[in-house]
């Protein structure tokens, strides 16, 4: 019997909730008894995922603060509160060496990682968590720990997530706890063009001997946002098959560095 982790009745928002981790989490919200609101750019899959979920959806970006601004207002006028805000949607690019990246394209990837989570997070905490407290939960990644080739924009604007995260839990409390949940490399249409190509190499270099799946995150979003955690602010919670812990288990190479410096298809 899956457990209700205190979620039953209560109000969730979900950005990026059309495919991938944000889809899990939306699910796993949903399963525990939330009623959550979903939002990404496709209005069909968001209709669809809405409808999957027995909840409400809005299509749009989240680089446009109007979007956010709908997003807040639809959960509120169907659910009378906002409990949970998961800020999950993202963007890869731009991809390669830094001295080679479009100043627009940086400002881009710090629009869609950094400013519209924290603009979400405004938009709720004016309309409703001010009053009635909830939690905040920002989807980071292992990677904002270190660096890594080609990745340098995603991973610099996830690390400025996760400062934000920390800010946030700092400035918030006690009404709203604020954590992120950081994966490793996960089963995604975002990330495919690091696992397909050799998912059993990558796996084999893991601890845990596989890639995570979007459930994975999901499970850890869900225990974080329930009154299980009611005493975790702040927190950064690693969600990663032990990659950070792999020098001590393997001598080999970082098989991921090695995907992320052959050229391919990446993906938003």
């Not at 207002?73 to 963007?91: H, K, M, P, Q």
Request: aromatic residues 4%; glycine residues 10%; charged residues 20%.
């Amino acid at each position: 019997m899956r457990p209700s982790y205190g979620l039953q009745g209560r109000a969730a928002v979900v950005t990026g909730a059309t495919r991938g981790i944000g889809h899990a989490v939306a699910r796993e919200l949903a399963a525990a008894g939330a009623r959550v609101c979903v939002t990404a750019r496709d209005a069909d899959e968001v209709r669809r995922t809405a409808a999957e979920l027995g909840g409400v959806g809005a299509a749009g970006s989240v680089a446009d603060p109007d979007h956010l601004r709908a997003v807040v207002d639809l959960a509120l006028r169907e659910f009378g509160r906002i409990d949970v805000i998961v800020n999950n949607a993202a963007t890869n690019l731009p991809y390669g060496p830094l001295m080679d990246v479009d100043p627009l394209a940086w400002r881009e990837a710090f629009t869609v990682n950094v400013e519209a989570p924290l603009q979400l997070v405004q938009c709720a905490w004016q309309a409703w968590m001010r009053e009635h407290g909830g939690a905040v939960i920002n989807i980071c990644t292992e990677g904002a720990g270190h660096v890594g080739p080609h990745i340098g924009a995603y991973g610099t604007s996830k690390a400025a997530l996760l400062h934000l995260t920390q800010q946030l839990a700092g400035e918030l409390a006690p009404k709203v706890r604020v954590n992120s949940v950081s994966p490793g490399l996960v089963r995604t249409e975002m990330a495919r063009f690091v696992w397909e190509p050799g998912e059993e190499e990558v796996a084999a270099g893991l601890p845990l001997r596989r890639i995570g799946e979007p459930q994975d995150v999901a499970r850890a979003v869900v225990w974080l946002a329930s009154d299980e955690a009611e005493w975790v602010t702040g927190a950064d919670l690693l969600v990663d098959g032990g990659t950070r812990v792999r020098a001590a288990h393997t001598a080999t190479a970082y098989a991921i560095h090695e995907r992320l410096r052959t050229p391919g298809t990446r993906s938003t």
